[in-house]
C-alpha cells in the first residue's frame, strides 16, 4: 500500500515538474507593441508570437533581455532566430538579428 501511494506521488510530482517547465516568457515583453499606431509585434504570454497582425505561426521564449523566434507549421519547426531587448515602461527597444535596432510603444 505504501509504494502505491508513493508511486502516485511520484506521477503528480513529475507531472507537476514537467507542466512548469513551458517557454521562458518575460512578463515585461508580452504584448502588442507598434510605432505611430501600427501594430508591429505581439508577444503573448502563452509563448505566441505575432508580427503585424499576423499570429499562430511564430513562437518564442525570451528573458534577461535575450530571446529567439521560430515558425512552426504542421508540427515542423524553422530555424530560430536570435533577438536582444530592453523594456523600459512602454517602449521597447528590440534589436532581431541581422536587422537594426526598433525602437516601438506599448499599445
Do not use: H
Not at 509504494?3 to 517557454?23: D, H, Q
Not at 501594430?39 to 511564430?58: D, P, T
Not at 523566434?69 to 541581422?98: H, M, N, P, Q, R
Request: charged residues 20%; proline residues 1%.
Amino acid at each position: 500500500m505504501l509504494k502505491r501511494i508513493g508511486m502516485v506521488f511520484a506521477m503528480v510530482a513529475f507531472v507537476a515538474f514537467v507542466a512548469s517547465c513551458g517557454p521562458a516568457i518575460d512578463q515585461e515583453l508580452v504584448g502588442k507593441w507598434g510605432v505611430d499606431g501600427s501594430l508591429v509585434y505581439e508577444f503573448k504570454a502563452n509563448g505566441e508570437m505575432g508580427f503585424g497582425g499576423l499570429s499562430g505561426l511564430w513562437y518564442y521564449e525570451a528573458s534577461n533581455g535575450e530571446g529567439k523566434y521560430w515558425a512552426e507549421l504542421l508540427g515542423v519547426k524553422s530555424d530560430e532566430t536570435t533577438f536582444t531587448y530592453k523594456v523600459s515602461g512602454d517602449t521597447l527597444e528590440i534589436t532581431i538579428e541581422g536587422y537594426s535596432k526598433e525602437t516601438l510603444t506599448r499599445m
